[in-house]
């Protein structure tokens, strides 16, 4: 008898030993961390990103590779409507790519030093190391940090995310409002350090051409001359006001719209009306589906904006504002002053102060969101709505 009760004893301490072998306290793994951010030469990862941030939730597919020290390149693909995004950091500078309709736009930004992504490993690990009050738990196969959210869009207020015990590669993150509602998640199926990419990896002709469309567009043959896009000193093209963009930063008014003129019902400025042009056979205009709390739509105008047939969508209430869409030729780079914006789908960029306008690209279609007293999140939020279907 006494000899089962030590060998039950013996078998205890055993357990309890290796209990506390394999059990790492909040501290150990924050140290560990630490490591891996300051070793990390390259990573790829693949996932979903759910957008619950408009009346109807969005889904994209998400490929991100990054290589030390500053060369970035997301794919975001909407999977249902076959397009596919491409935000590229290189020596050149940033660019969003739209490779099937040949288009490119440049921004002048430190983009992501500046702003979180929630799909950059950076940023989550950032997160997790600068909150002195995260919250950490243990769960199966993952360790969970409850962080605060540190994104641009300020009612974006906290964040778990899950790295794997193993080797602290992301498996789920989750990004919550004010009222715990759960606004952005990605879930990561696959991620893997220190791959090798191709020497042309990050180059900005290479990952145009090849998602380019199988020929060239009318729009495109009737271009003329275009710009390389690798070369930050010559990016010209059509600009946000259908001028010709030089690439230096003095184009146009600090940003903001070269021809506005002032509506005086809105208190909001609107293009000036040039010759309407017939608008395209193949145009389909693009709604709002999340308008604010107290706004209505107002009205819908056929104009003509930077030699483009387009849609001036009116929106009056609480807030004020309207939403110009066009289909601009293709052009090979269009630079755009601001500051970038994260939408989710895309960057867009923000112009103006005292009258700030959102622009950004989808399908094809150039989206201007201009108002005067639309809050910043509010003005997010709008935008992220039109990624829906298209007004019949």
């Known amino acids: 008898m006494r000899r089962i009760i030590w060998i039950t004893a013996i078998m205890m301490c055993f357990t ?28 790829q990862a693949k996932g979903t990103m759910k957008l619950n941030t408009s009346q109807q939730p969005l889904e994209y597919k998400v490929e991100v590779w990054y290589q030390k020290d500053h060369y970035y390149r997301i794919a975001l693909t909407n999977e249902k409507k076959d397009i596919t995004q491409i935000v590229l950091r290189n020596d050149d500078g ?71 015990k193993e080797d602290f590669a992301p498996s789920k993150v989750e990004v919550s409002d004010t009222n715990a509602s759960v606004m952005v998640q990605v879930t990561f199926d696959e991620f893997k350090f220190d791959p090798k990419f191709e020497k042309n990896a990050f180059d900005t002709q290479a990952n145009l051409n090849a998602g380019a469309a199988p020929a060239p567009s009318a729009a495109a043959s009737d271009e003329g001359d275009t ?34 003129q002032q509506s005086g019902d809105t208190g909001k400025e609107e293009p000036k009306a040039e010759d309407t042009m017939a608008l395209p056979s193949a145009f389909q205009e693009m709604q709002p589906t999340y308008l604010g709390d107290g706004v209505a739509w107002k009205d819908t105008q056929e104009i003509t904006f930077g030699g483009n047939a387009g849609v001036l969508q009116r929106y009056t209430g609480t807030y004020n504002y309207t939403i110009l869409q066009t289909q601009p030729k293709d052009v090979a780079a269009t630079y755009i002053p601001g500051e970038m914006v994260d939408l989710g789908f895309t960057m867009g960029q923000l112009t103006g102060e005292e009258q700030q306008t959102l622009t950004w690209t989808y399908e094809g279609n150039q989206f201007r969101l201009t108002s005067s007293d639309l809050p910043f999140d ?8 039109v990624d829906g279907e298209p007004t019949k």
């Not at 738990?137 to 360790?143: G, K, L, R």
């Not at 010559?234 to 021809?259: H, I, M, P």
């Open 16 to 43: 309890i030993i290796a209990t506390a072998c394999g059990a790492k306290n909040p501290e150990s793994v924050i140290k560990e961390l630490g490591k891996v951010q300051n070793k990390m030469e390259s990573y």
């Open 94 to 164: 940033v660019f969003v790519l739209t490779p099937r309709l040949n288009k490119v736009f440049r921004f002048q930004s430190d983009w992501p030093d500046n702003q979180g992504q929630v799909y950059l490993y950076q940023t989550l690990l950032s997160s997790i190391l600068n909150d002195e009050s995260r919250q950490f738990a243990s769960d199966n196969d993952a360790y969970v940090f409850d962080v605060m959210a540190n994104y641009q869009n300020a009612s974006l207020a906290r964040q778990k995310i899950w790295l794997n």
């Open 227 to 260: 710009a390389n896009p690798d070369d930050p000193n010559k990016a010209t093209g059509t600009d946000a006001n259908g001028e010709k963009a030089d690439g230096s930063a003095g184009a146009g008014d600090n940003g903001a719209a070269a021809d506005p």
């Open 378 to 385: 509010e003005m997010v939020a709008i935008a992220q709505s």
